[in-house]
């Protein structure tokens, strides 16, 4: 099968080519740094600045993770564009390459985030639940998908994956909460009661491959854990993990003032279930928020 990867030298894309690479895939990666995508991705991987680098050279699915990363940085009026710009202009281009393609691909398996809900606060959250549009990232997601969805209309059938808290030892949100904790200065967020929906490094590569070869899968997938935990007990766990106190709190005011509209990503939660992946048959490997960071613990100590 011939693959093409949108934000392929991501955390997630770089496990997936390997993932992919072993099972004897094509890939090819649309990259702004199309040198750094072999030494990122692998020799075999080929890296392309523009999509009309393809020519008319079939392509059977499509993967598009690319996106500025959205907690880097404030939310100024500025860095918002580039995250608007990153997942919905860059989707929209794909979306205009695609319609003057002879050959198009079967599938096109589009990022999205568990943000897509908003704030859901104690509600369940399966793939049937409305979003609360409240915050940016919600407004971006639901954007992101509309967009992505625009493709059904060329005869390609769209997979929606909407992403949780991703556990990895190469990157992530994890490796931002290492260093407060390895201090002895990590704790719960704010009221420290927000659900937050997580998944291992190892399952979302699992899943985005189980439908890839599903024909039969379209439209969302929540891509977490079926046991999300409040946020105060995941700082409890990683705490105990990495055996280092997890008893200060970083105050809600606090956030709001350093963090502006941020903080909402942070103080708001999802109590998300993946609900459709389970119907489907898919089987998590880490369904334990304690036995995932322990698999990951002897990396995260370094």
């Known amino acids: 099968m011939h ?17 992919w690479l072993s099972q004897g895939h094509r890939l090819t990666v ?31 699915a499509i993967i598009n993770l690319a996106g500025a990363p959205i907690a880097d940085r404030l939310w100024t009026h500025k860095r918002k564009a580039l995250l608007w710009s990153s997942r919905i202009t860059l989707t929209e281009t794909l979306l205009a390459w695609l319609e003057s393609r002879e050959q198009k691909p079967q599938v096109l398996i589009s990022g999205s985030a568990i943000g897509w809900y908003g704030d859901g606060g104690e509600r369940e959250l399966t793939e049937e639940s409305p979003p609360v549009i409240d ?11 509309e ?20 556990l990895s030892a190469e990157g992530g949100f994890l490796s931002r909460l290492l260093l407060p904790f390895k201090l002895g200065l990590g704790g719960p967020i704010g009221s420290g009661r927000q659900w937050m929906p997580w998944i291992h490094i190892k399952d979302q590569i699992a899943l985005i491959d ?13 891509a977490c854990a079926p046991k999300p935990v409040r946020n105060r007990e995941f700082a409890q766990t990683l705490g105990s993990v990495l055996h280092r106190p997890a008893f200060m709190p970083m105050p809600t005011l606090v956030l709001k003032v350093g963090l502006g509209e941020l903080s909402l990503l942070l103080l708001g ?34």
């Open 135 to 145: 915050d940016f990232a919600s407004q971006l997601c639901v954007a992101w998908e």
């Open 147 to 166: 967009t992505a969805q625009r493709a059904e209309a060329l005869g390609i059938r769209v997979i929606l994956i909407r992403t949780g808290l991703v």
């Open 210 to 222: 189980f439908l890839l070869n599903r024909n039969e899968a379209s439209g969302p997938y929540n």
């Open 30 to 60: 649309w990259s702004r740094t199309p040198a750094k995508v072999a030494k990122v991705c692998g020799t075999q991987v080929r890296g392309i600045a523009r999509l009309e680098d393809l020519g008319q050279e079939p392509v059977d």
């Open 269 to 302: 939660g999802q109590k998300a279930m993946p609900a459709r992946l389970l119907e489907a048959g898919f089987t998590f490997q880490f369904t334990d928020l304690r036995a995932a960071l322990d698999d990951l613990s002897s990396r995260l100590k370094k």
């Open 3 to 19: 693959i093409l990867l949108t934000g392929g030298t991501g955390l997630i894309g770089r496990q997936l080519c390997q993932h």
